[in-house]
């Protein structure tokens, strides 16, 4: 299968290599000259458990120079869907899929204005990995990848995409309902994520926090409010237990949250895409949503005055 990855950082590059590896024919598109220049002269180097392993992979800046793909996945940050997308077209023939497992609201969004639905599959992944340097990523242990067509129908493309991943070992789960595990995973970052930018703690740390529970439900609740309004049904004991089941050194409780490394990088966060788009989505419907307005409020603050920091 000729797979495009569109957006290879962190995850395009942990997704890219599993693929690579696994006998697929994959090109990593990026618009960062300098890690597609070292990928392309010392391959994509990832560095795990057992040492590091190089990876011949092809590596573009230029998506016209791909040709067009059977797969597309996008995996930049959600504020670069729209961009990427747009700059994506040459790749994305008449029978291309697009997949999306990118954390936050509006992926799927930006990527149907210019795709068809019933060519567009979504969903989650935590699998974890980390940007090192140009060409070098740091993968954090497995995972599982939850996805489904954004249509809900289970189409032979479909099933061949799901079977390229899993013999990647990309571990995946076919759910009925994407836009569900969508907004499950969003509550789970909206806990962890400006919690740990702004005290600068893991998440374990952030779970040792006497009041934690109270912290997490407020946010949490919100989220499942807001969810209830756009008719998706998200049930809070559910996202509490996998906020929970991570404040444990071996399920990532010792990994800094995406967001603590943007921050400390001084980059911008996906902030506006999670507790941003909930205290939006919120005014649109006349909901309160204290603990997410605030947060990222905090978060914007702190993008806007890195240079004073
Ligand atoms: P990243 O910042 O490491 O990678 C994003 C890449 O997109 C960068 O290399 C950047 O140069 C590239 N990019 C930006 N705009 C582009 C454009 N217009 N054209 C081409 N390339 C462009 O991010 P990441 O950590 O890989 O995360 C990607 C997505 O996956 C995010 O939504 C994130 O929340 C989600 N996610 C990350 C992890 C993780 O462990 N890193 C886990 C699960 C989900």
Not at 49 to 77: N, R
Not at 97 to 117: D, W, Y
Request: with cysteine; aromatic share 6%.
């Amino acid at each position: 299968m000729k797979i495009a990855i569109a957006g290879a950082g962190a995850m395009g590059c942990r997704f890219g290599s599993m693929l690579y590896e696994s006998g697929q024919s994959v090109t990593l598109v990026d618009n960062w000259r300098e890690h597609v220049e070292e990928i392309r002269n010392n391959g994509l180097r990832v560095i795990h458990e057992g040492g590091t392993s190089a990876f011949p992979l092809q590596a573009t800046t230029d998506p016209a120079t791909v040709g067009v793909a059977d797969l597309v996945i996008i995996f930049t940050k959600a504020m670069h869907t729209k961009t990427v997308i747009v700059n994506t077209l040459p790749i994305i023939g008449p029978h291309t899929q697009v997949l999306t497992l990118q954390n936050g609201l509006g992926n799927v969004e930006a990527i149907t204005a210019h795709v068809p639905r019933e060519r567009v599959i979504a969903g989650v992944t935590n699998f974890g990995t980390e940007l090192v340097a140009p060409g070098v990523i740091r993968a954090l242990g497995s995972g599982e990848t939850s996805m489904m067509r954004v249509d809900g129908q289970i189409t032979e493309e479909f099933l061949l995409i799901c079977d390229r991943l899993n013999k990647s070992g990309l571990h995946v789960k076919i759910e009925p309902d994407v836009m569900k595990i969508i907004w499950k995973k969003v509550a789970f970052n909206a806990v962890y994520n400006p919690l740990a930018a702004l005290t600068r703690l893991k998440t374990l740390d952030i779970g040792r926090y006497e009041k934690f529970d109270r912290l997490a439900y407020g946010i949490i609740d919100e989220v499942v409010a807001v969810a209830k309004a756009e008719n998706v049904d998200i049930d809070r004991e559910d996202i509490y237990t996998s906020v929970q089941s991570v404040l444990t050194p071996e399920m990532s409780g010792e990994h800094l949250t995406s967001m603590l490394q943007d921050v400390l990088a001084k980059r911008e966060t996906e902030i506006a895409f999670l507790n941003g788009a909930i205290a939006d989505k919120a005014a649109q419907y006349g909901i309160a949503v204290p603990y997410n307005t605030l947060l990222s409020h905090l978060i914007r603050m702190l993008e806007t005055t890195y240079s004073k920091q």
